[in-house]
């Protein structure tokens, strides 16, 4: 930052989008002026160097906030919090909070659906290859989050409002090559997140699914090109590409691998396929995290993910998968038709327990969501077992959902290794099975 600033002042020409640029859209403060002016929704935020301004800040928003320093990048240092304790502990553990340096505060978008869109910009024309949704809700890191490209259930409504926004805010920007600006959609109304107008780790997974060069048109663009002169036309994409993401909980077995909005993955990989449940699958095999096709299924989910993990739950079961359970969330799978059986918790007196028949290889595919870092009775445990005994675990009922979408495709026909070359030849039709959930 500081030598680019540096060079710039020099006086050495900048190609294609302006430090300036880039600053702007760094500072909070002052991009959050922009998307006033321009009428585009933020959530509501506040910037705060002492616990009180920030207890303020928060008050006025409402809980859960997203709490983040101002002065790092990459979402380290992020967390959601949930009240005037945890905030307390997270303005104690603040390094070097002072006034120049103060903590932002977000309206956390509760079951917030993400998405992404990676455009090529010119400092007047934008061109969005295709719009990314999240798989993961609002809450995960988009570097820790899998995304669908093009999305499976996004509403055409929301899209089209995604497309006018990133044309909008590249125009208000004048960025000049590649940019990328995260979005949330919550109670039907679309958010901006942030933006960056630099190139994304996402730029060489959308290049390949939708065909378009966006690292080398860039540069065209950086160098003087106008995108009016080179005659990009939006296509219908018949298939799916699903990112997905290569976490390093194998190398740290005594880390809790739970996702959050600190970024914790090492790497992507991209699954495609005619459907998006093939691509899913797919992804997850790259990630060396493979699904299985049947066996044992274990879900023990929070008060608040049940609701949203049965419909998932009862797919399995349609698939001829045994469910194991813990003890709420067994009785509430059993009384709403699914047929569960009892597991222990480790802390029960009853042996074998839940990390027993991981061991011994009973289970083959675990969904555990955590409570929350503040629980003394979260289950950690069972998601460090499942990684010590190599087990596919999932901490999300979204991630739940579309791997038995994946499962149920992948054993209706199976996903075929084809060339790259061979999806952008005009034969499939991409379809969308995601009508269940």
Same mark, same amino acid.
Not at 143 to 162: N, Q, W, Y
């Given at each position: ?8 002042? #020099? ?52 809980? =859960? ?118 979005? #949330? ?7 901006? $997140?942030?933006? %960056? ?50 976490? =390093? ?34 992804? !997850?095999? #790259? #990630? ?63 042996? =074998? ?14 969904? %555990? ?51 790259? !070359? ?5 034969? $499939?039709?991409?379809? %969308? ?5």
């Amino acid at each position: 930052m500081v030598l680019r600033e540096n060079v710039y002042a #020099a006086g050495v020409r900048i190609l294609g989008t302006s430090p300036d640029t880039i600053d702007l859209a760094e500072d909070r403060d002052r991009f959050r002026q922009m998307m006033e002016k321009m009428g585009i929704a933020m959530p509501e935020s506040g910037m705060a160097a002492s616990f009180e301004e920030a207890r303020q800040i928060a008050a006025r928003i409402g809980y =859960p906030v997203m709490v983040r320093p101002s002065f790092v990048l990459g979402g380290r240092g992020m967390e959601i919090v949930h009240d005037d304790e945890m905030l307390k502990q997270y303005v104690n553990a603040a390094v070097d909070l002072t006034p120049e340096r103060p903590i932002l505060i977000d309206r956390f978008l509760a079951n917030a659906v993400e998405a992404e869109a990676d455009a090529l910009a010119d400092g007047v024309d934008a061109f969005v290859p295709a719009v990314m949704e999240h798989i993961e809700l609002a809450g995960i890191h988009s570097g820790d989050s899998a995304c669908a490209i093009p999305p499976v259930t996004l509403s055409e409504r929301h899209i089209k409002t995604i497309e006018e926004y990133t044309l909008r805010i590249s125009r208000e920007l004048k960025v000049c090559g590649v940019m990328n600006i995260q979005y #949330a959609i919550c109670e039907d109304k679309v958010y901006v $997140l942030e933006a %960056n107008p630099r190139a994304s780790r996402t730029v060489p997974l959308v290049s390949k699914v939708c065909n378009v060069a966006m690292a080398r048109i860039a540069t065209q663009l950086m160098l003087g090109t106008k995108l009016a002169d080179l005659n990009l036309q939006h296509k219908t994409i018949p298939h799916i590409g699903v990112k997905e993401v290569v976490l =390093p909980f194998n190398m740290f077995p005594e880390v809790d691998p739970v996702l959050g909005p600190e970024m914790r993955s090492t790497g992507e990989v991209l699954g495609m396929a005619p459907t998006f449940g093939l691509a899913y699958f797919k992804a !997850q095999e #790259a #990630a060396l995290s493979p699904l299985p096709s049947e066996g044992t299924v274990f879900i023990s989910v929070t008060d608040n993910d049940k609701p949203s993990m049965l419909e998932a739950a009862r797919k399995f079961q349609e698939l001829g998968f045994r469910i194991k359970a813990t003890g709420g969330t067994c009785t509430f799978l059993q009384q709403n038709g699914v047929k569960a059986e009892l597991s222990y918790k480790v802390h029960e007196p009853h042996r =074998p327990n839940i990390v027993d028949e991981i061991k011994s290889g009973e289970i083959q595919l675990v969904i %555990n969501t955590p409570i929350g870092r503040l629980s003394t009775s979260d289950d950690a445990y069972i998601r460090k077992a499942a990684i010590k005994y190599r087990i596919p675990y999932l901490t999300t009922t979204a991630a739940a959902r579309a791997s038995v979408v994946g499962i149920a495709e992948h054993r209706s026909g199976g996903a075929e290794v084809r060339s790259l !070359q061979s999806y952008h030849q005009p034969k $499939l039709v991409a379809q %969308n099975p995601l009508k269940f959930i």
